[in-house]
């Protein structure tokens, strides 16, 4: 029997603010170790967070920062600034 990769949920906060603002399953956490937030130009932060799924867990997925987040990622950066900064000087 084949076993199941094991699935983390990566989510996002705000800081007092209850509750997801983002919400996806990934499956290599080590990828976002890099990135514990996002910080904007107002000085509020989006808090990322993961968790090891449970088995049979279901999981609502909000897809409210994916393109953020990949972006900040690929460019290894933590804000805002520094992304504009990054893709002003090289694009994409």
Sequence with gaps: MKSKRQRYILEGTWGSHHGAYHRTVIYNPDKYKDIKSIMFDDGTSLKLSIRQAKPYE??????????????????????????????NKYGK
């Excluded at 999981?59 to 893709?87: Q, T, W």
């Design 58 to 87: 279901k999981v609502e997925i909000i897809h409210g920062y994916d393109s953020l987040i990949d972006k900040c990622l690929r460019h290894g950066v933590n804000s805002v600034n520094e992304l504009k900064e990054v893709i």
